[in-house]
């Protein structure tokens, strides 16, 4: 029998769950640990940030932590203050929780199908039900409990209302951890019931650490975090989809711009065409999106510093130039990517919208490339 997807996990890449360390999000880290330490440990947490930076790293980690500890504060009455999340891997909360089987944790993400087996797009009010099973159950054991939400974005309105009210009346030594990518899509009512704690870029040092622990050591770290933009899920993405290459092979392209090579421009657009292909055209949709928005932001700030392909930056010092140039790049983007949703919707053909995108680029490069 097939294992249900995880979508909690990136591909490519180990879960959360059993990353051997949180890295570069000390300052959350320690966030947390000076309201426990404090006696104000709330009831509820929002670990909100940018996609792919350790969200739900840190939120396995506090939940581990918190359930690594003693009930009553132990025999000999309360513990030194903690001045870390780390449990020992041997310890028996730890174990259970890496073999997914702890009696007094509860994560709650989407469901699949039972009819395919496909994830569903949404977590939906029958699996926040079962978190209230939960509660029933867990409670003969004792101790603290926990409810990891991966990702609280992803709650329909009816499962959004059942978290909230939890949030409102939260059992008795429960902690619910909401990881999410895009707050402001929450309700304001359990923002408001959360205390926040922010995860943020990583990086070139800490995103080289947790690809070398991923078994995903490289040497092109420097171009990964210019491309991922700290993101450590984008990193492994780029890693494991040949993203790097891929991404070279459109500056390649587009260095020819104002004027583009129709052959190479096909060549990349057949490479997307079929079922087969549909990572790589969604790889190559996302490269020439972000493409844009560096070609924009090049227009306002300057060239970046770091590239991720060879001749980027000269690439974009070209194109970009000045803040009109960085007008039209952030009107193409917002366009092109609207174009490039409802072509995927409508099942376009993907050769056809890749090769649509490239000469609108080549359209707004006449009017844009310093020679």
């Known amino acids: 029998m097939t ?43 929002l670990i909100a940030g ?15 932590f918190l359930l690594a500890q003693p009930a009553g504060g132990g025999l000999l009455g309360d513990p030194p203050p903690a001045d870390t999340l780390a449990v020992p891997p041997d310890h028996p909360d730890a174990r259970l929780i890496a073999v ?10 989407r469901p699949t199908d039972d009819k395919t087996g496909v994830l569903r797009a949404e977590i939906t009010v029958d699996t926040v039900r079962g978190m209230r099973s939960f509660f029933q159950m867990s409670a003969t054991d004792g101790g603290r409990r926990v409810v990891i939400v991966d990702a609280a974005d992803e709650l329909n309105r009816a499962a959004a209302n059942a978290i909230l009210k939890e949030l409102e009346e939260p059992p008795a030594d429960t902690t619910l951890l909401l990881i999410a990518h895009q707050p402001s899509r929450l309700l304001p009512t359990i923002r408001s019931r959360c205390r926040v704690l922010r995860t943020t870029p990583l990086g070139t040092e800490d995103l080289a650490r947790i690809l070398d622990q991923s ?34 092979q459109l500056v390649k392209l587009l260095e020819g711009l ?3 090579d129709r052959p190479a421009a096909l060549k990349l657009a057949d490479s997307c065409a079929g079922k087969a292909n549909a ?7 996302d490269l020439l999106d972000l493409f844009l928005a560096r070609a924009a932001r090049a227009g306002l700030t300057g060239a970046p510093s770091s590239q991720g392909a060879p001749g980027e930056i000269l690439l974009l010092t070209r194109l970009s130039p000045n803040d009109r140039a960085a007008r039209a790049w952030a009107q193409l983007a917002q366009d092109a990517g609207a174009r490039a949703r409802h072509a995927r919707a ?21 009017t844009t490339a310093t020679p």
Request: proline content about 7%.
């Open 346 to 366: 409508v099942n376009l053909d993907p050769a056809a919208v890749v090769l649509d995108m490239i000469f609108q680029i080549e359209r707004v490069a006449q």
């Open 100 to 109: 997914g089987s702890h009696p007094r944790l509860y994560v709650l993400r």
């Open 279 to 285: 990572n790589r055209y969604a790889l190559v949709l």
């Open 3 to 45: 294992e249900a997807p995880e979508p909690d996990r990136i591909a490519g890449a180990p879960h959360p769950r059993d990353a051997p360390a949180l890295v570069g999000q000390d300052a959350a880290a320690a966030d947390f640990l000076d309201a426990y330490n404090a006696g104000r440990l709330h009831s509820g947490w």
């Open 258 to 260: 104002p004027r583009i």
């Open 50 to 64: 940018p996609r792919g930076t350790g969200k739900a790293t840190l939120a396995w980690k506090i939940a581990t």
């Open 215 to 248: 078994g995903l050591a490289t040497d092109r770290t420097e171009a990964l975090r210019a491309l991922s933009e700290g993101s450590a899920g984008d990193a492994v993405r780029l890693l494991t989809q040949d993203g790097l290459a891929t991404y070279a």
